[in-house]
């Protein structure tokens, strides 16, 4: 097959236009002579109706914005490719899925669910993971986030979860947050949330970066091979740079510092050349399987662990393009789950099968047409030819009088493909049952996974779920909901519940104060099924902690360091560290009292990237304090204090050497430094190899979370 990698590029640049070099036009292609001033009569005079110029660029602008995502309005890009590095034709037709090396080129966008599109990126939330691949068999829309399950069961209950987790209607108040009562009111009448929300509430919900993200496809589809085989599948994105999450505190920061952190960190990533990267993983269930678990493969408030049936790695992908334009790319992209290719194909997982039917309604009122697939971003590389005709602005001149099949005046073209030449058909399930409204018994275990997940948690991870939870729920001021998730928390973990209450200074209510059923009104038979608890047959799993996890690698690449300086700093000190940190593809920015630059102790110049009131210590991974006696002159500095307060307080690595550890042994939380503490590190000899290859390795660990006051211990 060809590699055709570049032919989504070939095919954008076709509708790329830069005005360099050239003259400013009309939309109609006259040249504007005058693009200052409006048509008048008179210098002083009233304007004339018939400056069709004026009237085209106001009318323009007037309509330049188009209504956001319903969810997932807040988002950023990129292109890049898939390529495929353990092809798996036994278990899928699809043709991109079919040869090691072959490469598809791909259009991923991340986003946050709950905020408008201009809110903050650090947002506690859900993260989307939308990968559109360009096949050559057509357009295939991988819908994921970054946490394996949802908070709902049924597409029914969806529009009641975003109206709850949304600002809440009568003051639109808080944005981007789900620490408000209407979100835990639902919640707290929803028990199969419970395992999501143990996800929602741990550090996967405030990721360091995009880039540091797992990504994962949720449902169970189907892979069907060129036999008409069908094998259920899960699918995984594992990133190269492992899973990585900041601190609450510093989250909250980073949304005032800088709303656009990952959005900014995705985009620098690619333009200076470090491409972030992710391999794709399939769970194979074989159909036969299809019943041997304690949960059901169609319940998506499940997954299936990696114990049970491991991850195989089949291909990566690689980000190595920043969009041109956010409106017409990242903007414009219209993703869709049913948007599949042969060999790819759904199970009956009731929450997907609402949103094969959500995703086109909704891009038909936020794209405003049908015609939404040949706005360039949507277009296949695969040839288009239907008797699909007209609506609002349609791209396509069809040629012909015919537009309807079958027919015999276009000699009976464009004509139906045979399965064996591509042609999509679904896959042969028998159905053979009674039309009702209801929920499987199956469905009914709502606290097994939510315990698995709590278990398989390290004791940090537990703590920053118990602060996650005292957080949110401490934000609510309805006492009962308080009380009831107390009651659904108990379900999960005894000891959890009994910690969040501390903090909400409340007491965890017994069992039978805690209402049990599907959340789905009680005078509805269906809805009456109670609650289970189904014990995991998995007791704990390091692929669900971020701490423990097996993509985790010491790689510090990309990292961002702030090396704090004075006048009279060491340069040898800067410029060793400097290097060391580029050598492992990490970068060091200067900051100091001001911009400009500062005097070396040789008389040379540093040039400042940063002030302190331009940078802030939650904007980095860790600091650096090189020698230097100026820097002695910036000991009582608020601003510096608080740079390192904040670097202490997040657990990041802080690191000093010669005179400027000086600066360390007197900071405010200098008497709480242990000797334990691998992630301070001062040092009397300046400019050492040793000391940066501490640093660096330091920085490979992350985060020291061990210097926080643990909750659960
Ligand atoms: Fe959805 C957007 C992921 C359930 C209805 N969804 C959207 C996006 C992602 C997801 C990543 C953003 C796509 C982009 O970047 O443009 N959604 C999920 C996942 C779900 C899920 C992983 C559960 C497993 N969604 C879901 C349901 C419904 C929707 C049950 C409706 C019944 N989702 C939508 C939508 C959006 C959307 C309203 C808004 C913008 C868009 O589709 O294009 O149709």
Same mark, same amino acid.
């Given at each position: 097959?060809e590699?055709?990698?570049?032919?989504?590029?070939?095919?954008?640049?076709?509708?790329?236009?830069?005005?360099?070099?050239?003259?400013?036009?009309t939309?109609?292609?006259?040249?504007?002579n005058?693009?200052?001033?409006?048509?008048?009569?008179?210098?002083?005079?009233?304007?004339?109706?018939?400056?069709?110029?004026?009237r085209?660029?106001?009318?323009?602008?007037?309509?330049?914005?188009?209504?956001?995502?319903?969810?997932?309005?807040? @988002?950023? @890009?990129?292109? &890049?490719?898939?390529?495929? !590095?353990?092809?798996?034709?036994?278990?899928?037709?699809?043709g991109?899925?079919?040869?090691?090396?072959?490469?598809?080129?791909?259009?991923?966008?991340?986003?946050?669910?709950?905020?408008s599109?201009?809110?903050?990126d650090?947002?506690r939330?859900?993260?989307?993971?939308?990968?559109?691949?360009?096949?050559?068999e057509g357009?295939?829309?991988?819908?994921?986030?970054?946490?394996?399950?949802?908070?709902?069961?049924?597409?029914?209950?969806?529009?009641?979860? +975003?109206?709850?987790?949304?600002?809440?209607?009568?003051?639109?108040?808080?944005?981007?947050?789900?620490?408000h009562?209407?979100?835990?009111?639902?919640?707290?009448?929803?028990?199969?949330?419970?395992? *999501?929300? *143990?996800?929602? *509430?741990?550090?996967?919900?405030?990721?360091?970066?995009?880039?540091m993200?797992?990504g994962?496809?949720?449902?169970?589809?189907?892979?069907i091979?060129e036999?008409g085989k069908?094998?259920?599948v899960?699918?995984?994105?594992?990133?190269?740079? @492992?899973?990585?999450?900041?601190?609450w505190?510093?989250?909250?920061?980073?949304? @005032?510092?800088?709303?656009?952190?990952?959005?900014?960190?995705?985009w620098?990533?690619?333009? !200076?050349?470090?491409?972030?990267?992710?391999?794709?993983?399939?769970?194979?269930?074989?159909?036969?399987?299809?019943?041997k678990?304690?949960?059901?493969l169609?319940?998506?408030?499940?997954?299936?662990?990696?114990?049970l049936?491991?991850?195989?790695?089949?291909?990566?992908?690689?980000?190595?393009?920043?969009?041109?334009?956010?409106?017409?790319?990242?903007?414009?992209?219209?993703?869709?789950?049913?948007?599949?290719?042969?060999?790819?194909?759904?199970?009956?997982?009731?929450l997907?099968?609402?949103?094969?039917?959500?995703?086109?309604?909704?891009q038909?009122?936020?794209?405003?047409?049908p015609?939404f697939?040949?706005?360039?971003?949507n277009?296949?590389?695969?040839?288009v030819?239907?008797?699909?005709?007209d609506?609002?602005?349609?791209?396509?001149?069809?040629?012909g009088?015919?537009?309807?099949?079958?027919?015999?005046?276009g &000699?009976?073209?464009?004509y139906?493909?045979?399965?064996?030449?591509? &042609?999509f058909?679904?896959?042969?399930?028998?159905?053979?049952?009674?039309?009702?409204r209801?929920?499987?018994?199956?469905?009914?275990?709502?606290?097994?996974?939510?315990?698995?997940?709590?278990?398989?948690q390290?004791?940090?991870?537990?703590s920053?779920? +118990?602060?996650?939870?005292?957080?949110?729920?401490?934000?609510?001021?309805t006492?009962?909901?308080?009380?009831? *998730?107390?009651?659904?928390?108990?379900?999960?973990?005894?000891d959890l519940?009994?910690?969040?209450?501390?903090?909400?200074?409340m007491?965890?209510?017994?069992?039978?104060?805690?209402?049990?059923n599907?959340?789905v009104?009680?005078?509805?038979?269906?809805g009456?099924?109670?609650?289970?608890? %189904?014990?995991?047959?998995?007791?704990?799993?390091?692929?669900?902690?971020?701490?423990?996890?097996?993509?985790?690698?010491?790689?510090?690449?990309?990292?961002?360091v702030?090396i704090?300086?004075?006048?009279?700093?060491?340069e040898a000190?800067?410029?060793?560290?400097?290097?060391?940190?580029?050598?492992?593809?990490?970068k060091?920015?200067?900051i100091?009292?001001?911009?400009?630059?500062?005097?070396?102790? !040789?008389?040379?110049?540093i040039? %400042?990237?940063f002030?302190?009131?331009?940078?802030?210590s939650?904007?980095?991974?860790? %600091?650096?304090?090189?020698? &230097?006696?100026?820097?002695?002159?910036l000991?009582?500095?608020?601003?510096?204090?608080?740079?390192?307060n904040?670097?202490?307080?997040?657990?990041?690595?802080?690191a000093?050497?010669?005179?400027?550890?000086?600066?360390?042994?007197?900071?405010?939380?200098?008497?709480?430094i242990?000797?334990?503490?691998?992630?301070m +590190?001062i040092?009397?000899?300046?400019a050492?190899?040793?000391?940066?290859?501490?640093?660096?390795?330091?920085?490979?660990?992350?985060r020291?979370?061990e210097?926080?006051?643990?909750?659960?211990?």
């Amino acid at each position: 097959m060809e590699n055709f990698q570049d032919e989504k590029q070939r095919e954008l640049s076709f509708n790329k236009s830069d005005g360099t070099n050239k003259f400013l036009t009309t939309d109609q292609g006259v040249k504007i002579n005058d693009d200052n001033n409006s048509l008048k009569a008179g210098e002083r005079g009233p304007s004339l109706l018939e400056d069709f110029i004026l009237r085209e660029k106001i009318t323009h602008f007037d309509h330049e914005r188009i209504p956001e995502r319903i969810v997932h309005a807040r @988002g950023s @890009g990129a292109h &890049g490719f898939f390529e495929v !590095t353990n092809p798996i034709p036994e278990l899928t037709k699809a043709g991109f899925l079919q040869e090691a090396g072959l490469k598809t080129p791909v259009f991923t966008r991340f986003s946050t669910v709950a905020g408008s599109r201009g809110s903050t990126d650090l947002a506690r939330d859900v993260r989307g993971f939308s990968v559109k691949f360009y096949t050559q068999e057509g357009i295939y829309d991988l819908v994921g986030n970054n946490i394996p399950v949802f908070f709902i069961q049924d597409a029914a209950k969806f529009p009641d979860l +975003i109206h709850a987790v949304k600002p809440e209607p009568h003051n639109e108040m808080p944005q981007a947050a789900s620490a408000h009562d209407t979100f835990w009111d639902f919640i707290s009448l929803m028990p199969e949330s419970m395992h *999501m929300i *143990m996800w929602v *509430m741990s550090d996967r919900a405030i990721p360091r970066s995009y880039r540091m993200m797992e990504g994962f496809g949720v449902h169970t589809f189907r892979l069907i091979n060129e036999a008409g085989k069908s094998s259920f599948v899960k699918f995984h994105w594992k990133p190269k740079l @492992g899973t990585h999450a900041v601190a609450w505190d510093e989250a909250q920061k980073i949304s @005032g510092k800088n709303p656009d952190f990952h959005r900014q960190d995705l985009w620098e990533a690619i333009d !200076t050349g470090n491409f972030p990267e992710w391999e794709l993983g399939v769970q194979i269930i074989p159909s036969e399987d299809e019943e041997k678990y304690e949960f059901d493969l169609l319940d998506p408030t499940k997954l299936v662990p990696e114990e049970l049936v491991p991850v195989t790695i089949v291909g990566r992908m690689v980000l190595n393009k920043n969009p041109d334009n956010f409106f017409a790319e990242t903007e414009q992209i219209a993703f869709h789950p049913g948007h599949v290719v042969p060999g790819i194909d759904f199970s009956n997982d009731p929450l997907l099968q609402g949103r094969l039917f959500s995703y086109t309604d909704t891009q038909l009122s936020r794209l405003g047409s049908p015609n939404f697939h040949e706005i360039p971003i949507n277009r296949s590389v695969a040839p288009v030819h239907n008797n699909q005709r007209d609506g609002h602005m349609r791209q396509e001149i069809n040629v012909g009088r015919v537009s309807y099949h079958p027919n015999s005046l276009g &000699g009976g073209c464009p004509y139906q493909a045979k399965i064996a030449e591509g &042609g999509f058909s679904s896959f042969e399930e028998r159905v053979d049952a009674h039309k009702i409204r209801g929920r499987s018994e199956s469905f009914a275990d709502h606290f097994g996974q939510a315990k698995l997940f709590f278990n398989s948690q390290t004791s940090t991870e537990k703590s920053h779920i +118990i602060k996650a939870l005292r957080f949110e729920l401490g934000k609510v001021e309805t006492a009962a909901i308080r009380l009831r *998730m107390l009651g659904l928390l108990s379900q999960v973990d005894r000891d959890l519940a009994e910690k969040v209450a501390v903090g909400l200074g409340m007491k965890v209510p017994s069992i039978l104060e805690t209402p049990l059923n599907h959340g789905v009104s009680p005078e509805n038979e269906n809805g009456n099924q109670e609650s289970k608890t %189904v014990a995991s047959s998995v007791a704990s799993s390091d692929a669900l902690t971020m701490l423990k996890n097996p993509t985790n690698t010491p790689t510090i690449a990309s990292r961002k360091v702030a090396i704090i300086v004075a006048d009279g700093v060491s340069e040898a000190a800067v410029t060793n560290i400097k290097k060391a940190l580029l050598k492992e593809d990490a970068k060091g920015c200067i900051i100091a009292k001001n911009l400009g630059t500062v005097v070396t102790d !040789t008389d040379g110049e540093i040039h %400042v990237d940063f002030s302190f009131l331009t940078a802030s210590s939650v904007l980095f991974d860790a %600091v650096y304090i090189p020698d &230097g006696l100026g820097i002695n002159t910036l000991i009582e500095n608020d601003d510096l204090n608080e740079f390192l307060n904040d670097a202490y307080k997040h657990c990041k690595v802080i690191a000093a050497d010669g005179a400027a550890s000086a600066v360390l042994s007197i900071a405010p939380f200098a008497s709480k430094i242990t000797n334990q503490d691998d992630g301070m +590190i001062i040092n009397s000899e300046v400019a050492s190899e040793s000391f940066a290859q501490k640093f660096i390795a330091a920085m490979g660990k992350h985060r020291f979370w061990e210097r926080e006051p643990n909750l659960y211990n």
